[in-house]
Nanobody, 121 residues
Framework: QVQLVESGGGLVQAGGSLRLSCAAS????????MGWYRQAPEKQRELVAV???????NYTDSVEGRFTISREKAKNTVSLQMNSLKPEDTAVYYC???????????????WGQGTQVTVSS
């Protein structure tokens, strides 16, 4: 099994910053991509940002230029620096990791429990 533990959520005023972190542990042979998703009330979960094992990144349009995703491969951690936060960024943020648990195993997505980010206007 693989566990993802997130930290860093909270309440911030519009224009402020937060940094989310996530650590993967457990049965890990390799971690391919890692990313952050979010889900606002009554909305579908959406991809926020993803980073591959090679360091390539991709962001949803609404956070481009404001959020930065980074990872430490050796520690199996991923972070999301969120600047210039807006009320519409309010959501539960989920860490995700595409993990191969054994040398012969398939890649599988694992999810964290989520951390609340609330941006007040």
């Amino acid at each position: 099994q693989v566990q993802l533990v997130e930290s860093g959520g909270g309440l911030v005023q519009a224009g402020g910053s937060l940094r989310l972190s996530c650590a993967a542990s457990g049965s890990i042979f390799s971690v391919n991509a890692m990313g952050w998703y979010r889900q606002a009330p009554e909305k579908q979960r959406e991809l926020v940002a993803v980073i591959t094992s090679g360091g390539s990144t991709n962001y949803t349009d609404s956070v481009e230029g404001r959020f930065t995703i980074s990872r430490e491969k050796a520690k199996n951690t991923v972070s999301l620096q969120m600047n210039s936060l807006k009320p519409e960024d309010t959501a539960v943020y989920y860490c995700a990791a595409l993990v191969q648990s054994t040398a012969w195993g398939r890649l599988k997505w694992y999810w964290g429990q989520g951390t609340q980010v609330t941006v007040s206007s």
